[in-house]
C-alpha cells in the first residue's frame, strides 16, 4: 500500500516526487478512492499540513490517509450500528433509505444485492464493509476516479447519447452531453475556452469517435476545471478577506460540520442556525441579514445558498460589522 501512495505521489505532483500541492493532493485520493467534499477534503489537508505550506511530503501524505481510512471506519460502524437500531423502529421506506445510503458509502450499486438485515449487527460486519470497502476504492484507477454509482450514472447518460449501442459517439454529440452535466461551466467567460478545448481533444484516436472510457477521462477533465474554479474563488476570497491561515481552518471546520449533505453549498436557514447559535436572531435581525446576504453572495444558480469563499465574505462583512455583536458573543462561545 505503501507503494501506491509513494505511486500517487509520483504521478499526479507538480513539485517532484517528494511532496505534492493541495490541488494535486484532491486528485490523489480520488485516484485512490476516497470521495470526499472539496471543503472535507480541504479541512483534512490542512491538518496535516500544520505548517500551512500547501504541501505535503511523502511521510504527511501517508499520515492523510491514514487520517482519511479512520475516518471511514467511523463511518462504515455508525452507519452499522444506526442500520441496526433503527431497523425494527424504522418504517420500511425509511429503513430502506438508511440501508441505500449505507450501500452508496461502500460503493454498491443497484446491481448489487441489499444487506441482508440478519446479519447487519453479526459480529465481523464492519471488517467485512471495510474490506468491501478497499476492494471497491481500487475500481476507482480504472474509471479515472470515478467510483461505481458514478461511472453507472455516466454509463447511463453515455447510452443515452449512444442509442444504437455502437460503443462510441462523435464530438457533435459529446458537446451537447457536456453542456448539459456542466451547464455553468459552458457559460462561463473564464471556463469556457478550457471546456472547448477539452471538447476538442477527445478524439485520441483522430476518428471522430469517443468511446466510453475517453468519456469517463473527460468528464474527470471537467470535475478538474470545476475544482480550479472553485480554488481561484476560495483563494481570491482570503485575499480579500485578509483572514490568517488559522481563522480560514476555524471557518472551514465550523462550513464541513454543518454541510451534512456535502454539497460544499449551505442554505440559508442554515447560516442562520449557525449564527443563532453564536448571536440569537430575532426577525429584525433575519432581514437584516438577508440584505447583507444579497450583497455578499455571488452565486447565480442558486442565490440562497452559499459556497465556501462567500461564506468567508458574509463572515468578514458580520464581524467587521459586529452584526448582532457578533465578536463580544464569539469570544464567550468559544470559551
Known amino acids: ?76 460502524r455508525r452507519g452499522l450500528l444506526r442500520l441496526s437500531a433503527l431497523q425494527d423502529l424504522l418504517p420500511a421506506p425509511a429503513a430502506a433509505e438508511e440501508q441505500e445510503a449505507l450501500l ?52 447511463q447518460a453515455f447510452r443515452r447519447s449512444d442509442p444504437d449501442g455502437k460503443g462510441y459517439i462523435g464530438q457533435t454529440e459529446f458537446r451537447r452531453l457536456c453542456e448539459n452535466l456542466f451547464p455553468e461551466l459552458s457559460t462561463s467567460q473564464q471556463a469556457r475556452p478550457r471546456l472547448l478545448q477539452i471538447i476538442a481533444a477527445a478524439d485520441t484516436g483522430g476518428d471522430g469517435r469517443i468511446d466510453f472510457f475517453d468519456y469517463l477521462r473527460l468528464m474527470r477533465e471537467f470535475f478538474d476545471l470545476r475544482r480550479t474554479e472553485a480554488f481561484e474563488r476560495e483563494r481570491a476570497a482570503v485575499e480579500e478577506c485578509g483572514f490568517m491561515p488559522q481563522q480560514i481552518r476555524d471557518f472551514r471546520d465550523i462550513f464541513v460540520e454543518a454541510d451534512e449533505a456535502e454539497s460544499d453549498r449551505l442554505p440559508f436557514d442554515k447560516v442562520g442556525q449557525l449564527l443563532h447559535r453564536i448571536s440569537p436572531l430575532g426577525d429584525g435581525l433575519l432581514r437584516e441579514l438577508r440584505q447583507v446576504w444579497r450583497q455578499v453572495v455571488t452565486s447565480e444558480d ?32 468559544a470559551q
Open 1 to 76: 500500500e505503501a507503494a501506491d501512495l509513494d505511486g500517487a505521489v509520483r504521478i499526479f505532483s507538480r513539485h517532484g516526487p517528494e511532496e505534492i500541492g493541495v490541488f494535486e493532493s484532491g486528485i490523489a485520493l480520488r485516484w485512490l478512492g476516497f470521495e470526499l467534499s472539496l471543503q472535507a477534503e480541504l479541512q483534512a489537508f490542512h491538518q496535516v499540513d500544520i505548517c500551512a505550506r500547501d504541501r505535503l511530503t511523502v511521510a504527511q501524505f501517508r499520515k492523510l490517509v491514514r487520517k482519511l481510512k479512520e475516518r471511514e471506519v467511523l463511518q462504515v
Open 104 to 155: 452508496r458509502f461502500l460503493g454498491c450499486g443497484d446491481q448489487h444485492a441489499k444487506l441482508p438485515a440478519q446479519t447487519i449487527a453479526e459480529p465481523g460486519a464492519i471488517r467485512r464493509a471495510l474490506r468491501h470497502r478497499q476492494a471497491i476504492r481500487s475500481s476507482y484507477r480504472l474509471h479515472s476516479g470515478f467510483g461505481p454509482s458514478e461511472v453507472q450514472g455516466y454509463r
Open 302 to 333: 442558486d442565490p440562497w445558498t452559499i459556497d465556501f469563499a462567500d461564506f468567508m465574505r458574509l463572515m468578514k462583512r458580520l464581524l467587521d460589522t459586529d452584526f448582532a455583536s457578533i465578536n463580544a458573543n464569539v469570544a464567550q462561545f
